[in-house]
C-alpha cells in the first residue's frame, strides 16, 4: 500500500463502508489528502465515510467524478492496516467494504470534532420513580458513573430519549459536553516477576522475539497454572520498554476482569480493553488513544485486530484453540489466523498460548513454520490434578440419577474438608430433552429446526440455536394430554438438583452462560465463588475457561462420552482440550486436586489419552487420521453456506453450483453437497451447506471465486463463503 499525498483536484480512490465492492473515483478537495485519510464522499444523493485507497483508476468520464466533501478530523489509517484488511478480504474472500466496516467500528468516526453531549447521575434519586426512569438510573450506576451518550443511554436502559430528558429536567440525570479524551495511565514496565524453571528460558525467547522486532510465531505451551500468562507479560513488558503497543486477545469477555486485576498488578495500571462490553464513549477514547500510539497495551476480543496500531510490537492470543475465536456470523474469520497474519504485516511476533493447542497450530511446529515453548510443569507448590475414570456401565445408577457412588464419596470427603468441588456437564438448562409421556412428542422451537430445552431457572423453554424462547406448555403442544410433559436426561440445573438432594447442607452455585444477564454478573460471581461463597460448583464449559479457583480440589466429570458422539472430525480433539481443560481447574493452589471422569468407553483412545497418555502421540495419532482423510490441517476446506426462505430454491440453487465444479476440478477440488447446514434453519431461513475439500497448495481462494462467479444468486437468497470450517 502506497503513502501518497494528493494535491487539489487530483484523482483518488476512495473505498467506503457501502456494499458496491469497489474503490471509487473522487477529486482530492480543497487541500488535498493522503492515502489512508478518513474522509467524507458523496455518494448519490447520501454522504458516506469511507478512506483515501490510493491513486483514481481514472475510468469514469471526468466530468463525473466528484470531490470528497471533506477529510476527517481522525488519525489517518495506516499503510499497515490497509495491507492487513486487503489480504484479510483476499484470504476470506470478504469483500473489501465489509472487512473496512470491522476497521471503523469506532463510534462517532464521522462525528468529526463535533462537541458530544454525555450524560451522567446528578443530585439525589427519588424513591418514586417509574419503571423507564428507574432503568436510565440503573443503566448509569452500572457502567460505574462513567458517562454515556444519549444513544447508548436511550438503549441500555430500553427507552425513548424523552425518558431521559425528563430526568435531565428533574436533576436526576445531568447533560453535559463529552469531557477530552483522557489519556491512559501510563503503564510501568519495570518491575520484571521473577521467573521460574522453564519459564526463565521462555520469557527469555519472547522477550528477544520483541526485541528483534520481527515477525515469528510461536507456540507457549504449558498445563493451567504454568505460568504461561506470566511469561508472555514479560514479552509485553519489555514491548512496553521499546515504546511499541502490545495486544493481548482472550476468547471471553468473562475472563477480561481476572485479567485485568494481574496486569495492574504487574504494571501499576490497567491496559485499554476493547470488547463489546466496553461503553460507546470508552470505545471511541479507546481507538483514539490506539490510532495516536498512546493506549501501550490493548486487552480485547477478536475484533481488536481492527484497531488501528501505531506501533504494534506484539500480538498474544490466549487460549489460541478455543473455537470462540472463529467468527460465525458476518465476517467469517479466525481470530486466531488473523493475528498470525495481522502480526506478519505488522513485522511483530505473535504468541500462541495454550495448555491444548490446536491440531493446526501443533501441525504448523510440527512443520518447522511455528516455534514452539513449553512450560512442563505447574509453577510453585500447585501439581497436575490425579486423573481417573469411573466406568459407567457398573455404576447401577437408580433413574434420574447421575452421579456414581464413586464420585457422590468424593465430594463428600471434599465436603467434610471445607474444599470446594466441581460437578462438570456441558448441557445448559435443566434437561436436554423434553418430552410428551402420553404420545411421545417433542417441542419444536418455531423458528428454527432445533428441539427446545427447558430452562426451570427462567422458567420457559429455550432454543440453543436461535435464542428463541417460549413458556413450558401445560399440555403437549401435539396430543393435547395435560400433564404429562417430562423431562429426560441432565443439563446442569438439574445435576444441581440432584446435588442438593444428596448434600442438602452444601452449598451449591451453577455457572452457566445463560444464568447471567451480564458479563458483569457473570464476574460478580466468579469472584464470590473462587472467595469461597459455594461448596460445589455445576457448571457448562464457561467454567473450563481460565477462571482461577483456589479451594477447588475436585472436578467430577459427569459425562466425559458427550462430546464424542457425533461425526465431527474434530470431536476428539474437542473433547481431548474440554476434558483437560476442565480437569486443569482443580488443585491451582498448594492442595493436590483430583478430577474423575464418568464414562461408558473407558477403553476409548480419547479417554485413555485425556487420563495422561502420551499426549503427543495422541496428537501423532489425530494428525495421522485427518492426514488419511486429507482434511485440514492437512488439506484445505471451505464451505458455502446459502440461505433462503424457500427450501426448495435453496436446494435446487446449491446442486447447480455443484455441478458446474468445473473451476475447482481444474486444481484438483472436490465439492460435497449440498446438505442440510450445521445450522439448517434460522429465522425462517433454511440454510445448507456445500463443502470444498482440496489439497494443501492449492489456489483455493481464485477457485473458490472463479466458481461461485459463474452463477448469478437470486435476490431473496444468501451466499456466504467460510474458508477453513470449524466442523466438517
Ligand atoms: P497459566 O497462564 O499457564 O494458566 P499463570 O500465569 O496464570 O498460568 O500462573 C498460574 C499462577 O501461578 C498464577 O497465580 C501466577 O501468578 C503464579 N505464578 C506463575 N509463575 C510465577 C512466578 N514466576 N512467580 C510468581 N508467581 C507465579
Ligand atoms: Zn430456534
Sequence with gaps: MSDRTYAAGELVGVLT??????????????????????????????????????????DWDPAKVRPVSRVLDAPPMRAELRTFLQRAADYTLTPLPQMLRLATRAPGLGEGVAVRRVYRLGGAVPNQLTEARHRVVEAL?????????????????????????????LGVVVEEDAPRDLPFATLDPAGAAVLAGDQVAAGDALVAAVNGG?????????????????????????????????????????LTAEFLTRVEARFGARPAEWHSGVTQTERRRVWRMVASGQAQFVVGARSALFLPFQRLGLVVVDEEHDTSYKQEEGVLYNARDMAVLRAAVAGCPVVLASATPSLETWANVEAGKYGRLDLSARYGPAEMPDLGVIDMREANLPANSWISAKLGAEIGARLDRGEQSLVFLNRRGYAPVTLCRACGAQVGCDHCDARMVEHRFLKRLVCHQCGATKPMPEACPSCKVEGKMAAVGPGVERMAEEVQARFPQARVAVLSSDLFGSARELKAQIEAIAAGAADIIIGTQIVAKGHNFPLLTLVGVIDADLGLQGSDLRAAERTFQLMRQVAGRAGRSEK????????????????????????EAFWRAEAAERKAAGVPPYGRMAGVILSSPDLQQVFDFGAELARRDGPLRKVGAQVFGPAPAPIARVR???????????????????????????????????MAIDIDPQSF
Design 214 to 254: 520481527e515477525y515469528s510465531t510461536t507456540l507457549l505451551k504449558g498445563v493451567t497454572g504454568s505460568g504461561k500468562t506470566e511469561v508472555y507479560l514479560e514479552a509485553v513488558a519489555e514491548c512496553i520498554r521499546l515504546g511499541r503497543q502490545a495486544l493481548v486477545l482472550l476468547p471471553e469477555i468473562a
Design 592 to 615: 493436590r486436586g483430583a478430577a474423575w471422569l464418568q464414562t461408558h468407553q473407558p477403553e476409548h483412545p480419547v479417554i485413555r489419552a485425556i487420563l495422561g497418555g502420551d499426549e
Design 684 to 718: 425462517g431461513r433454511h440454510r445448507v451447506r456445500l463443502l470444498v475439500k482440496a489439497g494443501k497448495l492449492v489456489p483455493l481462494q481464485a477457485a473458490l471465486a472463479e466458481w461461485v462467479a459463474q452463477v448469478r444468486v437470486p435476490n431473496n437468497l444468501r
Design 17 to 58: 463502508t457501502e456494499p458496491l465492492g469497489r474503490v471509487l473515483d473522487y477529486r482530492a478537495p480543497e487541500g488535498g489528502c493522503g492515502d489512508g485519510d478518513f474522509v467524507e464522499v458523496p455518494l448519490g444523493p447520501r454522504r458516506v465515510l469511507g478512506v483515501v485507497w490510493g491513486r483514481g483508476k481514472g
Design 141 to 169: 450506576r452500572a457502567f460505574g458513573g462513567a458517562p454515556m451518550t444519549l444513544g447508548e443511554l436511550a438503549e441500555e436502559a430500553g427507552c425513548g430519549t424523552s425518558v431521559i430528558k425528563g430526568l435531565v429536567k
